[in-house]
Structures are given as C-alpha cells and as structure tokens.
C-alpha cells in the first residue's frame, strides 16, 4: 500500500505545481497594465510565464500555461485589468496570450540545455522562450488583427523589449533564488 501512494505523490506534487504557476500568472494579472496605442498592453503577466519555464521544467510549464488559458477562456477574469473571456482570444494580443504556453515551454528546455550557473541561464531562458517565442507567436497575429505590415508589428512590438528584458533579469533573480532556498525544487522530469 506505501508503494502505491509513493508513486502517485510525484504526480500529485506535479499537479500541484502546475496549479501553482497557472494562479500566479493570474496573481500577476492584478498589477496594473500599461495600455500602448497598438492595442498590446504592457503586463508582469509574461513574468510569469518565464518562472514557469525556469522552475518547473518544459512539460509541466506548457501544462501551467495551458490551464491558465484555459480558465481565461472559460471567463475568469484572470487577464490583466481584469479581462477574461473567448473575445480576449480574438484581440491584437491574442497571439502573445498564445505563445504563453509555447513560451514557458522553450524557457523550460533552454532552462534545461542551457550551461552555466543558474542566474545566467535563468536569464538567457527567460528571453528566449518569454521573448522570442512568446514574441514569435505575437507578432504575426498583431500584424493580422491591427492591419499592420509585419514591419510595423515588429516595431510596435519592440516597445515591450526594454520592460521584458527588466523582466528577464527579475525572472533570473527569482529563479537563483528560489533554487537556492529549495534545492529540492530542481525541474526533474517535466
């Protein structure tokens, strides 16, 4: 009988981790936003999307995001400014909500493959996947839905990349020390 609960206590304590990071993106959606002209607003949610990624590994981050969006969809209003809703998915920012999961999931492995100390590598996995892919989905569906050539999507998307990187370096910080309180916390696995 101790067998069977040993095995199922990773999976409950995966569970519990991916419910974790999936509320704390919401958290982060009490912050305020900062509306820009372009239709994007400026938010800590992408945050984190980022500590997804660093510290519970590609799977389990992509499953976070994912249920995040999914209690989105269902209209909680979990967005920042207290948005929710299928019509948030239908927006200029919809591609950047997106790319959250594929985001926190290409933090998670660059996270994983990355060498080096953990504050380096948190920050270069934070970009890459809260950044670049996050970014990567964004524009292209802003260029669609704000009629703007992808040029102009690309520079209305940089905007974002000076609070992004800030977030990047937080992200980094968070990650090296989280780590180094609760070394048990290593993302095996997920």
């Known amino acids: 009988m101790a067998l069977a609960s040993s095995q199922s206590l990773p999976s409950l304590q995966s ?21 820009l002209p372009v239709g994007v607003p400026i938010t800590a949610q992408t945050l984190g999307v980022m500590l997804a990624g660093c510290l519970l590994g590609p799977a389990r981050a992509f ?23 299928l019509g948030v998915f239908m927006a200029p920012s919809a591609g ?10 290409v933090t998670g492995l660059a996270m994983r493959k990355l060498p080096g100390p953990v504050l380096a590598r948190a920050a270069v996995a934070s970009a890459l996947g809260g950044i670049g892919a996050v970014y990567l989905c964004g524009v292209p569906v802003l260029a669609a839905t704000a009629q703007l050539n992808w040029h102009g999507a690309l520079i209305a998307s940089s905007m974002f990349l000076p609070g992004d990187l800030v977030k990047c370096v937080l992200s980094a910080f968070l990650v090296q020390t989280v780590l180094r309180g609760l070394p048990e916390w290593q993302p095996h696995g997920g």
């Open 15 to 35: 569970l519990a981790r991916i419910s974790l990071f999936a509320a704390l993106v919401g958290v982060l959606g009490l912050l305020p936003k900062i509306d």
């Open 63 to 85: 499953l976070a995001l994912l249920l995040f969006l999914g209690a989105v969809a269902l209209g909680l209003p979990l967005l920042t400014g207290g948005r929710g809703g």
């Open 96 to 105: 950047f909500l997106l790319g959250f999961p594929v985001g926190a999931a």
